[in-house]
């Protein structure tokens, strides 16, 4: 534990053998295509795919106007219940939507045939931005909503209105912030094969969970959740939430495989993913922020709408609500209130992207609070050092509900402060203004939640509805792990958490063999999803951050079961009391007199072939299977309070940049950043994380903006148009952490997946609204491209 | 249907092909060398990036017909048994990947840029990697990758 193993998934990556979804074999598969609607609004008068059933290598079609006959709309944790089907039914409602699917010989036939498909449109007026959606002129996307606002509710903690009241300064900030997504290179990708024998469909998935969604989908496609068997293969390119919003394809691709009589694949192409996978919610948020004139803030209030396109796709609206827990981030206000509203508009549906709802918390509070120091005359460094929660205040209860494990916010902030050698940038800041270069500096916090609490999402229901008879509560953030070991005295450890590329097998070998006092190369590990042999509940995945505090945590408890049963045979062997034996160098031993030792492989040996020694209460064999429950994360209080999340971690980043008053474009010349997630594993692990979240963060930030034009057509369908940024661009980060243990989680872990993808937008838009101060310029729409500050600068 | 021959990773190879057949789909699923991965399919990501006849081709952009009579070098070239390539080996030691989804095409772009600048700097890596994607690492330590494989390969 806290080595910086290499990593042991990297040799089959290196050398071609890793095992994608399409790399999955199976005999003679159909290859999928789409035919997609063109307009983002319209009334489909009629799908005529006669063309396309006759066309070389078709095997079957799937028109969307089928899928009320055949399928359930998908469930969502929220009052109305929208028709949301795999695809559509009557009505486009956003470019891209499929209107329906061929399944033929090869891929190239069935682009083919699904060109064959003839849709017959009527456009419809679109509802694109925001505003569109809150104007009742504009068409309402699902009539029996009644509104294009789906979910409008105001949470209150404290007293915000007498908070207000007394403050000697408000101000108020509104950002507005485009759609981006994360974009894993692999896209998604569904296999499918269905036995008409059994009636069991398997399909072979880059669905990364929650396994919340599988029930979803079991009653989409009408099927008992026996008969739906979901593998998801070894490895995973890259997902950041991304890779949760595909089940509605798996609808599409099992109907057809169960059409077909033949295994059915699909492998979504670039163009597709961009314009109709998921994206995370464009947005406009308010924020209110009452100080007093020494700069503690007394009242927080938040306005803010998320855009969640054509569908409430679960586990939308998570967006808005999966930061209700940690809504006040590092700071002690006590009185805030939240008005939070939802709402659909003729965009691709909306889901998980890395950050998931916290990035647009922290972007609008700490823009604030910038803001505020501005006008109060404090450093921006100051203002924040005097709101902080003191160290000593830990576990701390948030005004919404949210149980702050740990931290030391003070000592991150100071310790990020020296690693940007902050005082030395404000003295080059100077000197460059002094030249008037636009040079500016942001820092940005932000409390780091991991491992989400299932029941969050319900505080989008009123109270009212949650405190109806019949209503059923959802709670709890579980996980399991299984270790074992061998007769020849190795251990096994096996979980079911879909990784993503962030190095889970290493890192629990770590765990595990620093439980068991052997080495790491002594662990072998095994990390795969298959619903039907996996212990899995509906918390399984990797999202929300959670492996090193839950999988990772059930692996340490059955490792320490494991070690219980070791030890008891061994006392047995050595004829010595359990108490005074100690685990160590693969052997058990009697501290203190290392001589009097049993190998490990002879402990094995005794479990396996002679368990008719073994002690009192011993089973044969040596092995445990712990499922790790989280009882702090319970449903929300009638009183909208939830712990949101499971641990909290801590982010301090503070970065420099300098704006060309040409050219507009924003250049990094310093970031620092500096984490505090609890117990460290695998330290090469968390920076791998810490980088690649913070350039998620930054091009959200910067560069990475979905557009649409005032029809709902979309403009930016390539990576030429949807601009990552690159190598070229992207900084070099000063990484520095404390280590605060987590009392909640076995190993003291807490996520880190996530972590500067929250904080890095809200401090490079500090640093660009610093560096543009001197012109009078206040930049509020994100992404922060050339083009956008040019057309602020030209007024 | 075009007959095409091609020597891929030293083995040559015979088919009769469709002439719209990608070059990255031919090497994927009919030569059944999964190693090279497809990622946007219009040329901008890298994951599909092989050499042809040396030098880097986006293979998402090339038909299987324009590598007739060529050679074709894959991911699947570079370890030789079970001894890594210093490239490879580089990557491993500086965690220079996580989902490993784009690792083949920065392999061999890398391969064919170290051939030709043995002795980058951190800048010309960095200019050179831009012509890939990476959504994991941040590219910082696949520049850390690069530059050390560099080391490797001058000092073998």
């Known amino acids: 534990m806290g080595q910086p193993l290499r990593r042991r998934e990297d040799l089959p990556l290196l050398t071609g053998r890793g095992t994608f979804v399409d790399d999955v074999q199976v005999a003679d598969p159909l290859h999928v295509a789409f035919a997609r609607s063109p307009w983002g609004h319209a009334e489909i008068r009629s799908v005529d795919v006669s063309g396309a059933a006759v066309a070389p290598g078709v095997a079957a079609v799937l028109a969307g106007s089928e899928l009320p006959e055949l399928t359930d709309p998908f469930a969502a944790g929220i009052v109305h219940r929208l028709a949301y089907y795999a695809m559509a039914v009557d009505r486009a409602r956003y470019a891209g939507e499929p209107v329906a699917a061929v399944a033929a010989d090869d891929r190239y036939l069935a682009e083919d045939a699904a060109e064959l498909v003839l849709a017959d449109y009527e456009p419809l007026d679109a509802v694109v931005t925001i505003e ?368 993503q590329g962030q190095g889970h097998q290493t890192a629990v070998a770590q765990v595990v063999a620093d439980e068991l006092g052997i080495a790491p190369e002594d662990v072998a590990t095994v990390d795969e999803f298959d619903s039907h042999t996996s212990v899995w509940s509906v918390s399984t995945g990797s999202y929300s951050s959670r492996f090193s505090g839950i999988a990772a945590g059930a692996a340490r408890r059955a490792a320490g079961v494991v070690k219980r049963q070791i030890l008891e045979i061994g006392a047995n062997l050595l004829e010595a009391a359990v108490d005074d034996l100690e685990l160590a160098d693969g052997s058990v031993r009697v501290k203190g007199s290392p001589d009097r030792a049993v190998s490990l492989r002879r402990v094995a040996g005794v479990a396996h072939w002679d368990p008719h020694s073994l002690p009192e209460g011993l089973s044969a064999g040596i092995q445990a299977s712990e499922v790790l429950h989280v009882p702090t994360s319970a449903p929300p209080t009638d009183d909208d309070r939830i712990n949101s999340s499971h641990a909290y971690g801590f982010v301090a980043d503070v970065i420099a940049v300098e704006v060309d008053p040409v050219s507009w474009e924003v250049r990094i010349l310093e970031y620092a950043s500096v984490h505090d997630a609890g117990t460290i594993i695998n330290p090469k692990l968390v920076e791998g994380q810490v980088y690649g979240a913070a350039l998620h963060g930054l091009g959200g930030a910067l560069l990475e903006e979905f557009r649409w034009d005032e029809d709902g057509q979309f403009l930016t369908g390539t990576f030429a148009d949807y601009r990552c940024l690159t190598a070229a661009e992207a900084p070099r980060i000063s990484l520095d952490h404390i280590e605060s243990p987590s009392p909640f989680t076995p190993v003291g872990a807490k996520g880190c997946g996530e972590s500067s993808s929250q904080s890095a937008p809200a401090a490079v838009a500090n640093a660009v609204a610093d560096a543009l101060r001197p012109l009078g310029l206040k930049p509020s729409h994100l992404p922060l491209t050339p083009a956008r500050l040019w057309e602020l600068a030209e007024g | 249907m075009i007959d095409l021959a091609v020597t891929v990773n030293g083995r040559r190879y015979e088919r009769r092909v469709e002439p719209r057949l990608l070059l990255s789909d031919f090497i994927r699923h009919e030569l059944k060398l999964y190693g090279t991965h497809v990622g946007c399919e219009h040329g901008v990501c890298g994951a599909c990036t092989v050499l042809l006849d040396g030098r880097p081709a986006r293979s998402c952009l090339t038909l299987a017909v324009q590598a007739d009579g060529r050679a074709i070098e894959t991911v699947e070239s570079l370890a030789s048994g079970a001894e890594l390539h210093p490239l490879q080996q580089a990557f491993h030691e500086q965690f220079g990947l996580q989902c490993g989804f784009c690792t083949p095409g920065i392999l061999m772009s890398a391969k064919f840029f170290l051939e030709q600048n043995p002795a980058p700097t951190e800048e010309e890596v960095r200019a050179e990697l831009a012509g890939h994607l990476c959504r994991c690492t941040g590219y910082a330590s696949i520049v850390d990758s690069i530059l050390a494989a560099a080391d490797k390969l001058r000092a073998q």
């Open chain 1, 132 to 499: 569109d959606a809150l104007d009742p002129a504009k068409p309402m996307l699902h009539e029996q909503v009644g509104s294009n606002v789906v979910v409008d509710r105001t949470l209150r903690y404290g007293d915000p209105d007498a908070a207000f009241a007394s403050a000697d300064l408000v101000v108020t900030e509104t950002l507005r912030w485009e759609r981006y997504s994360s974009t894993p290179i692999e896209t998604y990708g569904i296999v499918a094969d269905y036995d008409a024998g059994s009636g069991l469909l398997t399909m072979w998935a880059n669905f990364m969970g929650p396994m919340t969604l599988l029930p979803v989908l079991a009653r989409s496609l009408r099927l008992p959740e026996e008969r739906l068997r979901v593998i998801v293969p070894k490895d995973i390119g890259g997902s950041f939430g991304i890779k949760s919003s595909l089940f509605p394809y798996m609808t599409v691709v099992g109907l057809l495989a169960m059409r077909a009589g033949r295994p059915v694949k699909w492998i979504e192409d670039r163009a597709e993913h961009l314009i109709a996978s998921s994206h995370q919610p464009d947005r406009v948020g308010t924020r209110e922020l009452a100080l007093t004139n020494d700069g503690e803030i007394v009242g927080l209030r938040a306005h803010v709408v998320d855009n969640l396109g054509a569908y409430v796709r679960a586990p939308e609206p998570a967006t808005t609500y999966r930061p209700l827990g940690n809504y006040v981030g590092p700071y002690r206000v006590r009185n805030v209130e939240l008005h939070l509203v939802d709402v659909v508009s003729n965009k691709v549906p909306t889901g998980p992207n890395r950050g998931y709802g916290c990035q647009q918390v922290y972007l609008e509070t700490e823009r604030a609070l910038d803001e505020a120091a501005e006008l109060l005359g404090l450093d921006p460094a100051e203002i924040r050092r005097r709101n902080l929660i003191p160290a000593d205040a830990f576990p701390y209860e948030t005004p919404s509900g949210g149980v702050y494990d740990s931290g030391d916010y003070p000592r991150v902030l100071e310790l990020a402060l020296r690693t940007a050698r902050y005082d030395e940038l404000r003295q080059v800041q100077a000197a460059a203004r002094a030249e008037g270069r636009l040079v500016g500096i942001g820092i940005a916090l932000a409390v780091d939640p991991s491992i989400s609490n299932m029941g969050y999402v319900s505080v989008a229901l009123p109270p009212e509805v949650r405190q109806a008879p019949g209503y059923l509560h959802k709670s709890g953030a579980a996980d399991w792990a299984q270790v074992r070991m061998g007769p020849g005295g190795k251990v096994v450890v096996t979980m079911g958490t879909t990784p």
